[in-house]
């Protein structure tokens, strides 16, 4: 269950940044209605997994990148691994 709460933070988070903006984490919080901490949560995945880059130091502004949502990715990981678990 808090897989899937968290899931649905990390891609609600990512689908509501537009690609070549910029976004605090406190932009963030506000835009989803979410406290700083859930965004930090899901912040810190998006960035350790390529969805969104860090800009400056400290790590405060984040921006999008690619186009493949972390929903559409884990979609699509799954069923390579399960083909390659099948042959």
Do not use: C, H, N
Not at 40 to 53: A, E, H, R, T
């Amino acid at each position: 269950m808090l897989m899937s709460m968290l899931q649905y933070q990390v891609d609600d988070i990512w689908s509501m940044m537009e690609a070549g903006k910029y976004y605090s984490i406190g932009d963030l919080a506000q835009l989803s209605g979410q406290p700083k901490t859930s965004i930090l949560d899901s912040i810190w995945f998006l960035s350790k997994y390529g969805f969104v880059q860090s800009i400056g130091q400290p790590t405060e502004i984040f921006t999008k990148t690619g186009k493949l949502s972390p929903a559409k990715s884990a979609q699509l990981l799954t069923k390579m691994v399960q083909r390659v678990t099948r042959s």
